[in-house]
Structures are given as structure tokens and as C-alpha cells.
């Protein structure tokens, strides 16, 4: 029998502290399926954490998560993926990274992916050998080789030059519109207009706003995330 | 007594004769070494990758005996297999007293902590870095284990020689458990040590220079590695 879908996900009074601090103050959010839901924040919000949380990857201190009557745990972490900030690869070919996440006898759909994210000439080449778009479209391709209902992207454009960023945000479109639900994480305030259905605006630890983008870039109803989309900066303490 | 240079021209001569007794005493050393490196490796790398991954009560505890177990004396280690195999020890019924089996236990014991310690430190590291994409993928302990030795097999590659230099260069434990019996247990270490005792130099000299060839060849042989993984940048 087919397992029901993740979404709808509510998320109510998610609270989280580390290091003696509170960073997640009582986050109330719900995700609907479909989709590109953008987090935006300036430095130190909670974006990467709340993103950490809703993976499975955190444990909040209290609050309820609910991911369509389901509880957080292993699997409903085993349906979604992460692509992180600085993608951490094995020590490995290209190729074999792949390998490492699908079933085996799966070189079709290996060498598929490596077409989709373009490393197919690429497959031998040791995966820490390559540059950092090249290194990220890889994690992108091996997260969507689990395919997972929901894809967590925790500025994954951070560090790479605007071609790089470009690439990589093509490839989340085209997950967008073949059915996977996006979760994206940037500061970026052009990206996010570009990419987002919706925009969920964390401040000090708190879901300020969650409104869809057509809304929120012309009107936001914050200060603070004025004060982001306009680039003047936003402290978070 | 023979000089030091007539001892080194008999020396040089019986290496390159292929003396029959240098020569089955070098083999046996290098069974001896090599099969309680392979038990060694057997015991210490999934425990040294287990106290890596795992959480548990007493782990710092257990690192740091661990990590004191490193420098276990070897003549202490013999003593305490010879007791467990001599005759009146739990373990006489087996005979394996002044057998190459006892050494290869002696020895077992001897490096199976180092191989452990410095695996549990490699693969500690390794996990750090890989362990939040790990627990992305949702995978098993187990999975993430064989996952880290396979990523890691350069540095633990390293540890295992490590661990078989320390056997090959030992005398003390052997020496108590194995008897030094010719023909039978006696391995270079302790050949160098008794022919020295008897004033035949050019028999401990040949087999030093043998003994000192397998340390240079293995640590040859653990550049080789650590630049091959360089060059191919897994490391």
C-alpha cells in the first residue's frame, strides 16, 4: 500500500536552544504540497536550524511537528533530502558517490542523473577534485537520486560564482516541476524573487511572515524584512 | 670476539648467500608479525570505528584506556599469555605454549589496542565531517561504519603498518611465550638477542639489517599509499 504523502506539514511552538541560548522561539509554520517555499533571514534568524529541525537532523526542545499525521523519526527523514551550504562528499569518483545512495545495478539511472546535473564526462574524476558548483551539483544529484518527496536546500549558492549559482538554481526548478516540494534557505534577496512560491521570514528565532512571494517582495508587512528585501542590514540580536 | 667490520662482511655475506637459517627465521618473524597484524586489524578497526560512531555511557573512559593500552609493556603481555598457557593456566589443555601460535597471540594482544586507538582517532575525524550528511541519508550505524573504513582505508592502511612494525620489532613478549626455540619459535628479535648474548655479532647483524630493511620497507610502502591517495585526491 502507498504510503501517505508528507504534506501537508504543521509545525506549532517549535522551540530550540543551543549553546545555553534560545534560537528557535515557538516557530509556528505550515507547509502545504508543492511548490518552492523560500526561508528568508538575515544571519543568526534560524533559518539553517529551523531547515535542521523540519529533517529530521534537530530535536526541538518542545513543540509539535506533524508531517501528515506523522512523526519526525528516520522514516520520514528517509523521504526528504539535504543539500548543504558546503557539500560534503565522499572520498570517492563521481560515479561511485552516486552509487553509494542508489540500488544497485542502478547505472541507468546514475548515469541519467549525471546527464541531468551535467558531470557525465566528469564520472570518474574524484568527487573532491571538482570545483565547488561542479561539487554541488553533484550533492544535487545524489539527494535527487533518493528522490524524495521534499528537498531541503540550505544556501547551496552561497559560495559559488553567479554561473554556478545559476546552474544550481535551474536544476531546483526543474525538480520543482517534476514534483518535488523545494525547501530553499538563502539571504539572497534576487534569488529568492526568483525561485519562490512562498516566503517564509524568520527573525530572532521567530516566523515573522509566511506569505506567498507575489505579496511579500511588493508589500512585505515587516520592518525587518523590508529592511532585508532592500539590503539594508538586519541584526538578529 | 669478531670486530664490528668483519662482523658487518660476514653479515652482508649471509644476507646475500640467502642463508637457510636467516632465512627461516625471517619468514617465521614475518608470519608471526604479519598474521597478528591481520587479527590485529580484524579486532581493532570495526572497535576503533565502533567507539568512533557510537554514543554510549563510559566511552571517554574507555578512550582513554584505550589509548593507555598503547603502551602496554610487552614482556608484561607475554607474562600474562604464558600464564593463561602454561600448563597449569586456564588455557594449558591447548598446548600452545613455545608455539608460533602462542606469539601470534602475544602479539595480537600486544597491537590490537594501537590498531584501535589510532583507527578510533582516523575514523573520529572522518565522522565528524561526514556525520550530519549521514544521518541526511537516513543510514544504518552499520552502514555508516562500513561506509567510513572504505573512505578512510589510506589512513587506516597506515595504521595497520604501524601496528605490524610494532609487532615485527618486539622481543619481550614473544621471547617468554615462545621460548626462543630454534627451528621452531624463534623469530629475528629474539635470534639478534641471543646471538648477541653469545658473542656471535654477524648472525644478530644480518638479522638486523634485514629487520632494518622491513622497517624502511614499510615505511616505503606507507609513503607509496599516503601519496597514491594524494595524487588521486581521495584524501
Given at each position: ?20 541560548a ?38 526541538p ?23 548543504f ?15 553509494f545512495v ?6 541507468a539511472r ?36 533518493t528522490?524524495p ?26 525538480a ?12 539572497n ?20 511572515e ?6 511579500f ?11 532585508h528585501?532592500?539590503g ?6 | 670476539?669478531?670486530?664490528f ?5 660476514l653479515?652482508f ?7 637457510a ?16 597484524a ?13 567507539i ?14 584505550l589509548?593507555a ?11 600474562v ?38 583507527s ?11 556525520d ?25 592502511v ?9 609487532a ?17 619459535t ?27 630493511v ?7 610502502v606507507?609513503?607509496t599509499?599516503?601519496?597514491?591517495a ?5 584524501g
Amino acid at each position: 500500500m502507498a504510503e501517505p504523502p508528507l504534506l501537508p506539514l504543521t509545525l506549532r511552538g517549535v522551540r530550540l536552544s543551543r549553546g545555553g541560548a534560545d534560537r528557535l522561539h515557538g516557530v509556528d509554520l505550515d507547509l502545504a504540497p508543492g511548490g518552492c517555499t523560500v526561508v528568508m533571514g538575515p544571519n543568526g534568524a534560524g533559518k539553517s536550524l529551523l531547515l535542521k529541525v523540519l529533517h529530521g537532523l534537530e530535536t526541538p526542545g518542545a513543540g509539535r511537528i506533524d508531517w501528515n499525521g506523522q512523526a519526525p523519526g528516520p522514516a520520514v527523514t528517509r523521504r526528504q533530502a539535504m543539500v548543504f551550504q558546503a557539500p560534503v562528499l565522499l572520498r570517492r569518483s563521481v560515479a561511485a558517490n552516486l552509487d553509494f545512495v542508489l540500488p544497485r545495478h542502478a547505472q541507468a539511472r546514475r548515469d541519467d542523473l549525471l546527464a541531468h546535473v551535467g558531470l557525465s564526462d566528469k564520472a570518474a574524476t574524484p568527487a573532491r577534485r571538482l570545483s565547488g558548483g561542479e561539487q554541488q551539483r553533484l550533492a544535487l544529484a545524489r539527494a535527487l537520486a533518493t528522490e524524495p518527496e521534499i528537498l531541503f536546500l540550505d544556501e547551496p549558492t552561497a559560495s559559488l560564482d553567479p554561473a554556478a549559482c545559476l546552474q544550481i538554481e535551474r536544476l531546483v526548478l526543474k525538480a520543482r516541476a517534476a514534483g518535488t516540494r523545494i525547501v530553499f534557505v538563502t539571504h539572497n534577496a534576487g534569488q529568492a524573487r526568483r525561485l519562490a512560491d512562498d516566503v517564509v521570514f524568520l527573525h530572532r528565532g521567530r516566523v515573522v511572515e509566511h506569505s506567498p512571494a507575489a505579496r511579500f517582495f511588493p508589500t512585505p508587512a515587516t520592518q525587518a524584512a523590508k529592511d532585508h528585501i532592500e539590503g539594508r542590514i538586519v541584526l538578529s540580536h | 670476539m669478531q670486530d664490528f667490520g668483519s662482523s658487518f662482511a660476514l653479515a652482508f655475506r649471509l644476507v646475500l648467500s640467502g642463508d637457510a637459517d636467516l632465512i627461516e627465521i625471517v619468514l617465521l618473524s614475518l608470519r608471526v608479525s604479519l598474521s597478528a597484524a591481520a587479527l590485529a586489524c580484524a579486532i581493532g578497526l570495526p572497535l576503533g570505528a565502533l567507539i568512533a560512531v557510537a554514543r554510549f555511557r563510559g566511552r571517554e573512559a574507555l578512550i582513554v584506556v584505550l589509548n593507555a593500552l598503547m603502551g602496554l609493556p610487552p614482556v608484561v603481555v607475554g607474562l600474562v599469555v604464558y600464564l593463561q598457557l602454561s600448563r597449569a593456566g586456564p588455557l594449558g589443555f591447548l598446548g600452545l605454549l613455545y608455539t608460533p601460535t602462542a606469539m601470534i597471540l602475544a602479539q595480537t594482544i600486544l597491537i590490537a589496542p594501537i590498531v584501535a586507538a589510532l583507527s578510533r582517532q582516523v575514523l573520529q575525524d572522518m565522522h565528524g565531517e561526514y556525520d550530519e550528511q549521514f544521518r541526511s541519508l537516513a543510514l544504518t550505524r552499520g552502514r555508516a561504519v562500513r561506509a567510513l573504513l572504505w573512505d578512510a582505508r589510506f589512513a587506516l592502511v597506515t595504521v595497520a603498518l604501524a601496528g605490524f612494525g610494532r609487532a615485527v620489532a618486539e622481543v619481550g613478549a614473544v621471547i617468554i611465550v615462545g621460548g626462543n626455540i630454534d627451528h621452531l619459535t624463534r623469530v629475528m628479535t629474539t635470534a639478534i638477542a641471543l646471538e648477541t648474548s653469545q658473542g656471535d655479532l654477524s648472525m644478530a647483524l644480518a638479522l638486523g639489517i634485514v629487520l632494518m630493511v622491513l622497517a624502511l620497507g614499510v615505511n616505503a610502502v606507507v609513503q607509496t599509499v599516503q601519496l597514491s591517495a594524494a595524487r588521486r585526491s581521495h584524501g
